[in-house]
């Protein structure tokens, strides 16, 4: 081999190197989870980049059915991009390494738009929470090419991780008019509503399910959709609804103890003891450890006068969370129907305590 051909196959082989790396990260991108998880504690959370929001949810009733959830912020992703700009090389004929540190100054000496750099740039500042400085780079990337649904979707995400919700709505909402058919995207603006309606004590709630229910629409076994729909249908009182969405999502994901509870819980909200009994315990059958779920169970037997049922779950219950304000106050007034008034009392100023 003479010195010329050395020299050919040295810039060939750097070529073909510096292809895979783009693909690689354009393809790490496109993998990454797009949904939201909702379940309350690491039941069937993946140990992946889940960040989480956690929400509240109670009754009106003397029982307080308490649930949670989280979002996890989802990596946009590049699919859309099918063909890498001048190099003619599709994404899908390639199996790239896997590099989750994109080189950007590689990146610019191979000619990547711009806009797609500051996207990739932000991405990186998300991953490190700096979230001001991610803004900044999606912004940069929208101001260079607008019609790039990605960085509105991002920056739409890095809003609601600083609680900015009327702005990342805006954000989903030119993502959506650019391609309307992500249903996650308009899961993420459902949340997004949901979390301002949870503000107004859950007026507007309805925008959210609308938002859930065109996300379901396009994607008919979107579980995190439905898991958000039964969520803010729990929060309208519209109990009738949560349970359909429950039965969906059970048929779906049967080891799902959150949503149990939560079927549980709209059972106990229509006065049906004995099926909001079968479905906390089944939610405890999955997750032994579902203080929350032993509570409920205590609430319905105690509604049944099985006095002795519900002590012992929530003797459960508070051995789980000792610091369960309300399950104190449950079995103080367990302890009172039984006639010991002394036990009542040191359970209702426990309560007292830990409520202040």
């Not at 590099?99 to 950007?104: R, S, T």
């Not at 439905?226 to 429950?246: K, M, P, W």
Request: charged share 25%; proline share 2%.
């Amino acid at each position: 081999m003479n010195k010329r051909e050395f020299i050919l196959l040295l810039a060939g082989v750097s070529a073909v190197i510096l292809i895979t790396v783009l693909c690689g990260i354009l393809f790490t991108c496109g993998k990454k989870d797009t949904q939201v998880k909702q379940i309350e504690e690491p039941l069937i959370v993946d140990e992946t980049e889940e960040e989480e929001i956690s929400i509240i949810e109670e009754s009106e009733n003397n029982t307080q059915v308490l649930e949670s959830r989280t979002i996890s912020r989802p990596l946009s992703s590049l699919s859309n991009l099918n063909r890498l700009r001048g190099m003619g090389v599709l994404v899908s004929e390639i199996d790239p390494v896997n590099f989750e540190n994109p080189d950007l100054d590689i990146l610019k000496q191979m000619g990547a738009d711009p806009y797609l750099i500051s996207y990739l740039a932000g991405e990186q500042f998300y991953r490190n929470s700096d979230f001001d400085k991610a803004i900044s780079e999606f912004t940069a990337s929208i101001n260079r090419y607008s019609g790039f649904a990605q960085s509105y979707i991002s920056r739409g995400n890095a809003w609601m991780k600083k609680r900015e919700y009327n702005r990342a709505i805006d954000d989903y909402t030119q993502a959506i008019k650019l391609d309307g058919k992500k249903a996650e995207v308009y899961n993420y603006r459902g949340f997004a509503r949901a979390e301002l309606a949870a503000k107004n004590k859950f007026n507007g709630m309805h925008l959210a399910v609308e938002d859930y229910t065109q996300a379901i629409s396009i994607n008919k076994n979107y579980v995190d959709a439905l898991v958000n729909r039964s969520y803010a249908y729990y929060q309208t009182g519209d109990f009738t609804r949560v349970i359909e969405d429950c039965d969906r999502i059970i048929a779906l994901e049967p080891a799902n103890a959150v949503i149990w509870n939560r079927r549980g819980s709209a059972w106990y909200a229509r006065e049906d003891d004995d099926k909001a009994i079968t479905d906390f315990s089944q939610a405890i059958k999955i997750k032994s450890d579902y203080a929350v779920a032993w509570y409920n169970r205590a609430n319905a037997w105690y509604n049944k006068h099985e006095l002795d049922k519900a002590l012992s779950d929530l003797n459960k219950c508070l051995a789980l969370n000792p610091s369960f304000a309300d399950a104190y106050t449950s079995r103080g007034k367990v302890f009172q129907s039984m006639g010991n008034n002394e036990s009542a009392a040191a359970d209702f100023d426990s309560a007292q305590r830990l409520k202040k």
